[in-house]
């Protein structure tokens, strides 16, 4: 396995495996890898014949005030982790490697970029297309897969992989969950063990939608209250978002249908987490 920290040498690599009539597989990730970004790479390693890993932590994504700085990063770690993995190559660029003095280029996808996460972080998706879209150039993949966890960030990628005419597949990955139920995330380890513990009421409430939507109560406002009560008992939890919307336009949907996915987004002190599951199927 390499650790490649230069876009030029990236960019050698796979033309280099390209000539051999390699397929690339890739897999972006902001790093301090868990279980979740393991399953990706595992199938990834399936797709193809090179398999990259990117490892940035992407400063264009993350707003004023957010926790960019105190994003967990270790990369010795991760390149141990991606090594058994079966990883070829680790893309690991500077932040000045990405985005050199004078950058002035960015991608936006509109409307689904203006709900949820789009709404409450404004300018995250467009750090996320633009990122995605220069990984894309530099690592020129047949196959890219993302994880089902972040919902909306692979339905932009998906509108903008169309709309820009990318020669890419996207794999959508299902959610990677710790045994107790709470979806795998970097930035679980920022919890204190009190706000772990509390954090469990995101898989809980979705376990209860699928419940109540299973036995007839189709009724998104019910659902919703019903959720927003044993959310707001957590003593550390502020709800971001709570929304049942269909799957594809992410619109707000008022009863429960097949194409229903519950999405939220929830504080535990400063840390936000998100998670989200299909109600019905
Ligand atoms: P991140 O490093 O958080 O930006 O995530 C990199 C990729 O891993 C994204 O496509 C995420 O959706 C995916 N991912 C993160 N957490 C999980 C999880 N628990 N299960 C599956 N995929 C995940």
């Known amino acids: 396995m390499e650790i490649v920290s230069t876009v030029a040498t990236m960019q050698q690599r796979v033309s280099d495996a390209r000539a051999k009539g390699q397929k690339i597989s890739f897999v972006p990730t902001m790093g301090y890898l868990h279980q979740g970004h393991l399953s990706l790479l595992e199938e990834g390693r399936k797709q193809g014949d090179l398999l990259v890993l990117s490892i940035f932590v992407n400063p264009t994504q993350f707003g004023q005030g957010e926790d960019f700085e105190e994003y967990p990063r270790d990369l010795d770690r991760d390149a141990e982790l991606a090594e058994t993995s079966g990883v070829d190559i680790i893309f690991a660029p500077m932040a000045s490697e990405m985005y050199p003095k004078g950058y002035a280029t960015y991608v936006d996808v509109e409307g689904i970029t203006e709900l949820l996460c789009g709404a409450s972080r404004p300018g995250h998706f467009r750090g996320v297309t633009t990122v995605v879209s220069k990984l894309f150039n530099i690592v020129q993949p047949q196959v890219a897969l993302f ?41 679980n380890v920022n919890l204190s063990d009190e706000q772990r513990q509390q954090a469990l ?51 707000e949907q008022t009863r429960v249908d097949s194409d229903s996915v519950l999405l939220l987004a929830v ?9 989200n599951g299909f109600l019905l199927g």
Do not use: W
């Not at 009724?219 to 978002?241: F, G, N, V």
């Not at 504080?267 to 998670?275: A, Q, S, V």
């Open 147 to 187: 994880g089902n966890k972040d919902f909306q960030q692979l339905a932009v990628i998906r509108q903008m992989v169309f709309d820009l005419n990318m020669p890419i597949e996207i794999i959508g990955m299902p959610i990677f969950r710790e045994n107790d139920g709470l979806a795998m995330s970097s930035r």
């Open 267 to 275: 504080f535990f002190g400063k840390t936000r987490l998100i998670d």
């Open 201 to 251: 009421v995101l898989s809980r409430s979705l376990a209860t939608a699928k419940r109540l939507a299973s036995v007839g109560d189709i009724d998104c406002r019910e659902i919703i209250a019903t959720l927003k009560k044993s959310i707001s008992a957590q003593p550390d939890a502020r709800i971001d978002y709570l929304k049942i919307c269909h799957q594809r336009t992410l619109e």
